[in-house]
């Protein structure tokens, strides 16, 4: 038994630390591609906080490098090993600690499931509204680490605006309280917000305290077809210059929508070039589904089909939630993240498509329409260096293309491992010192998630 692995043992049960190679080599990366992973020396799966603070200061003492990991759905490496690290696992702290329905809040551990949470609320008439594509599986503290957005954006808004307050390990082991548990509050400066899409580099959360909001009548969804995606973008622009805002507004390339059909048998309509679905959950969603349609329909829309009820709704919102598991059939796949203004994502699209053309390879898109977040997929096979060498090259030219656009290289996924050389094309020299400069006074040694970020 090395050093290490006796140091922890003295704060952690025996379940809780793990040195099996089978086990560790499994906790080296997230579900990023073209991010390189380490080999852990140990990985820990503490269940308090006391247990996290006595890693912390056991890294600190001994210069070992610390990297935070939930459920590792990530796609951007922010969660890969480095060499000799100790990979902490945050997924046994998985407790709703408090549901305040008379405050609309919920204090949670960090390895909650975020559909869990939100099924806690709904039992009370409340609701949690960031919703990531991996909602099922992907953590609150992974949400919280990345800054997570979801399909419902549009009108509810990402991780950032639900998160009222935290508690956090630092790296020295001490225990931060940030935040507050009112709805307001403006006492100093905002570390909540920092902390929030930090990516593990300042800190490990291991409480939150959320904001919750009364749950929405069921959404009615409509499905909007168009010969090609300027149209459909123009339709997009149009529902938000006439003042509607969507529960949710999502948009499907040719490429996704074939995907879908081809794993899961939807039915969607293969002849369509771009397939909008736009939902309403307000008392007057029948008038505002009808409204959107006649101006799908202005736009070109050759085909709008509104749903039924709501399980036809629902299996509308599913085939859009199951597109980036589709995408993935057709080989190796590299996910973006770039989000331009709404009014220029026609342009996004057209661009990525001749990109795709350029470089010979399929790339799919969904975006998350209602608010510009676009996500290429690029698809590749990773036996071929060639393809490999041109997936890298238009993963490339689409982080060009979306800061050219008035763009950012990530909208929901974090910069992680795969785009920390863009983060700097986009903040700039002084936004960039500064930022390493803020992580230097949480991080002195450089222990935490180091390589990430910057």
């Known amino acids: 038994m090395d050093e290490l692995t006796e140091r922890l043992l003295k704060g952690l049960p025996e379940s809780a630390v793990t ?34 603070q006595h890693v912390l200061r056991t890294a600190t003492e001994l210069r070992v490098p610390v990297v935070p990991q939930g459920a590792r759905t990530g796609l951007s490496g922010a969660a890969n090993a480095v060499d000799g690290c100790i ?69 509810y808004g990402v991780t950032s605006e639900y998160v009222l307050g935290l508690d956090v390990v630092l790296a020295d082991g001490r225990l931060l309280r940030t935040g507050r548990r009112t709805a307001k509050g403006v006492a100093g400066y905002d570390l909540t917000r920092l902390f929030v899409g930090s990516e593990g580099t300042l800190g490990v959360v291991v409480r939150a305290v959320l904001a919750l909001r009364p749950a929405p009548a069921p959404q009615l969804a409509l499905v909007a077809e168009f010969a090609d995606t300027d149209s459909a973008c123009a339709a997009v622009c149009a529902v938000s210059e006439a003042g509607f805002v969507p529960s949710l507004m999502e948009l499907m390339d040719a490429v996704s929508v074939r995907a879908v059909n081809r794993m899961a048998r939807m039915g969607l309509p293969e002849s369509t070039q771009a397939l909008l679905l736009v939902a309403f959950d307000g008392p007057e969603r029948l008038r505002e589904l009808a409204e959107v349609g ?40 590299m996910v973006d993240d770039v989000a331009v203004p709404r009014s220029r994502m026609a342009e996004m699209m057209t661009g990525v498509a001749a990109i795709a053309e350029r470089c010979g390879l399929t790339i799919g898109m969904v975006c998350h329409a209602g608010d510009g977040n676009t996500h290429p997929i690029v698809a590749f096979d990773a036996a071929d260096p060639d393809q490999v060498a041109r997936a890298a090259e238009s993963f490339e030219a689409i982080m060009a293309l979306g800061l050219e656009l008035g763009g950012t290289i990530t909208g929901e996924h974090g910069v992680g491992l795969l785009k920390r050389d863009w983060l700097a094309r986009e903040l700039g020299p002084v936004g960039l010192e500064l930022q390493k400069q803020m992580k230097g006074l949480f991080d002195p040694l450089g222990i935490l998630n180091p390589g990430k970020l910057f």
């Open 87 to 155: 990979v902490l696992s945050l997924v046994r702290m998985d407790r709703i600690l408090e549901l305040d329905v008379v405050n609309r809040i919920a204090v949670v551990e960090p390895g909650v499931v975020n559909a869990e949470l939100s099924r806690a609320a709904a039992e009370h008439g409340l609701a949690y509204p960031p919703d990531p594509s991996s909602w099922e599986s992907c953590t609150i503290g992974g949400n919280i680490g990345t800054g997570a957005g979801g399909l419902c954006c549009v009108k």
């Open 294 to 333: 006649e101006l799908c329909r202005s736009a070109g829309a050759t085909e709008v089909v509104p749903a039924e009820d709501q399980a036809e709704s629902e299996l509308l919102l599913a085939a859009r939630r199951l597109a980036l598991t589709a995408l993935d059939t057709l080989g190796t796949t």
């Open 19 to 52: 040195v099996d190679p089978e086990v560790t080599a499994s906790y080296r990366h997230d579900m990023a591609g073209f991010c390189a992973a380490g080999a852990p020396a140990v990985v820990v799966f503490p269940s308090t906080v006391e247990e996290v």
